[in-house]
């Protein structure tokens, strides 16, 4: 065998034996096939269609979440769908000065952390007009609020008092309860969006 067709035979074979290790640390945290092992291929998606996803592994529900309500409206509302996001529940009254002057930063903050940090008011201690009236009056209507007259809520969370914040985070677990003015309530959801 000529000395050069040698040559590209064993840089041939040593390509060969390196190119599959070379490949595998490109790969990234993911694992890599084994050297020797074919992966199974996906099966190939018509042309132009979205590429497939991952399959949706629900949250665990914790027991904190675990509660279902009625909206001031009539919906049905399930906080096991909030399960693996962080939450925060106000608890106020329709009669409630404070729970008037926190009103305008709910509304203000709510639709920006609404698919990060959900805010559900839980209205309690009035008459159902006079909860929709104050719905009304702060521009509420974009975050959910709970009918809680009958106090269930309120007796589940032991809340006293309005207005009451209480803060739970993805895992959760409460991880504030009691008064928040507007600043710290900005402040409290921003850490938890940024989690």
Known sequence: ????????????????ATLPGAASCAVGPERATPVGVVAAASPAAPAGSPSPAA??????VPETLS??????????FSAAALAGKPVVLWFWAPWCATCASQAWTVAEIAPKYRDTV????VAGLGE?????????EFDLAGTPQLDDRSGALWRRFEVVEQSTFVVVDRDGR????????????TRQI?????G
């Open 128 to 136: 159902q007009k006079a909860m929709k009236e104050f719905v009304t």
């Open 118 to 121: 959900p805010i559900v008011g």
């Open 67 to 76: 509660f279902t309500a009625k909206t001031l409206d009539g919906t049905a």
């Open 190 to 194: 921003d850490a938890l969006a940024r």
């Open 1 to 16: 065998m000529p000395p050069r067709t040698a040559r590209r035979l064993v840089t041939a074979a040593v390509l060969a």
């Open 55 to 60: 399959p949706v592994v629900p949250a665990r």
């Open 174 to 185: 409460v991880v504030h309860q009691g008064f928040l003015d507007g600043e710290s309530l």
